[in-house]
């Protein structure tokens, strides 16, 4: 049951941990790039923590009432609208990210991309964190000895958080364009992965049609293998995606690589950097 | 400023007509296809799946009832699937799978995957 704990919360904590060092590295670019720090203030991850976990734990308590909603999709349609949610405000969060340099401008956004950035987060905890709670709930409501279990829990959410802090070393280690290529890439990977989730979600609860497996490459990489199971939780990896999922990928992919801070971070970066 | 409103109004109408038509259409097709619907029933009791093989048509979506008689949850995962749902104690759910061509699809209870396996062979 050990081992069982760790992959389980691992996984749930891996997820939401890179969106926060995705986001947190954007902020580091921010304040970098503007010489100001525009975003100083950590409260807001303090805050998306707090509500996400809050909802994550009022989500457990009504886990069952949620699951036989709309004839026993209820949870589909809870994690798809989620997913969908979150989709757009990675997007909208792309399209608000200051490219200007005015102190006015940077003002302006910076309440929008702050709400964008909670409720993300929010959501990614939410997600993960509801499962963590049925999953360590249910082992502890039958009275087992709880001991290992909760040590695999601690030692699975150590992996997972070490890996975020990886991430966000591994983004801000670079070059100050690199790092923005590299966040704006992962930016899009990760938006097109949240709206390919919510239509896998919808086909499960057969609210969208079929559509054929677009390809299979699990005989590349395996969904099961760690590498895959780090790129599941990474870009959304997956080994026989449909063509509905794959094309929906490609939109959220679309909508990042045309938002203008993408078009800065692929541009002439010396010669834009003077003008931010 | 009215003539612009009709104009606009002219111009909106053509694409929503098409947009309600398509949803319509779309909502008849899912109820008839709800209608043909095959229903296989999937039982968890002490972390074992009942039937561990379940045997479907191939090129059919099926709609597989899972009851859950464990005190504790559980989580049905598929890799093959792609399918992953938790079901809570003492309940039941409801998951939507395929149409599957000719093959095994093994699936697992996440939450405990020693003893939670099962295969989906269509055939």
């Known amino acids: 049951m050990f081992l069982n704990a760790v992959v389980l919360v691992l996984q749930e904590i891996l997820e939401a941990a890179l ?18 720090r525009v975003l100083s203030r950590r409260n807001w ?5 707090i509500a996400g976990v809050f909802l994550a734990w009022i989500f457990s308590n009504n886990f069952s009432r949620i699951s036989n909603s709309f004839d026993y999709v209820g949870l589909e349609i809870t994690n798809a609208s989620i997913h969908s949610a979150s989709c757009f405000l990675l997007v909208l969060f792309a399209w608000l990210f200051p490219v200007k340099r005015s102190v006015a401008h940077l003002n302006h956004r910076s309440l929008g991309l702050i709400f964008c950035m909670v409720v993300v987060v929010t959501l990614a905890i939410l ?25 695999g829990g601690v030692v699975g959410a150590g ?55 677009a390809w299979d490459s699990s005989g590349l990489l395996s969904e099961s293998s760690v590498l895959g199971q780090l790129a599941y939780a990474l870009i959304g990896y997956e080994a026989t995606p449909s063509i509905m999922q794959v094309s929906a990928y490609l939109l959220g992919l679309f909508f ?19 003008q931010i | 400023m009215s003539e612009s409103a009709m104009l606009s109004m002219t111009k909106n109408t053509g694409p929503m007509l098409i947009v309600l038509s398509l949803l319509i259409a779309l909502s008849f097709v899912t109820e008839l296809a709800k209608a043909e619907t095959l229903e296989v029933e999937l039982r968890i009791r002490d972390h074992l799946f009942f039937p561990s093989t379940l045997i479907i048509p191939a090129n059919q979506k099926v709609k597989i009832r899972v009851i859950n008689e464990d005190p504790t949850p559980e989580e049905f995962e598929s890799f093959e699937l792609n399918r992953e749902k938790v079901i809570a104690a003492h309940s039941q759910t409801v998951i939507f799978i395929g149409p599957l061509e000719v093959g095994e699809y093994p699936f697992f209870g996440e939450f405990y995957p020693k003893t939670a396996q099962g295969v989906v062979v269509a055939k």
């Open chain 1, 159 to 213: 992996i997972g958080v070490s890996t975020g802090v990886l991430l966000y070393y591994a983004l801000t280690g670079l070059s100050i364009e690199n790092s923005l290529k590299a966040c704006v890439l992962l930016l899009s990977l990760t938006a097109g992965n949240m709206a390919s989730q919510a239509i896998l979600l919808l086909n499960q609860a057969d609210w969208l049609p079929f559509t054929p497996t």
């Open chain 1, 19 to 36: 969106i926060l060092s995705l986001l947190l590295a954007f902020v580091r670019y921010l304040n970098l790039a503007s010489g100001e």
């Open chain 1, 256 to 274: 990042v690589i045309i938002s203008p801070i993408s078009r800065l971070a692929w541009s002439t970066w010396h010669d834009e950097a003077s």
């Open chain 1, 127 to 151: 997600r993960e964190g509801s499962e963590i709670m049925q999953f360590g709930g249910g082992i502890l409501g039958q009275g087992q000895a709880g001991l290992p279990i909760f040590y």
């Open chain 1, 45 to 49: 991850v303090v805050t998306s923590i």
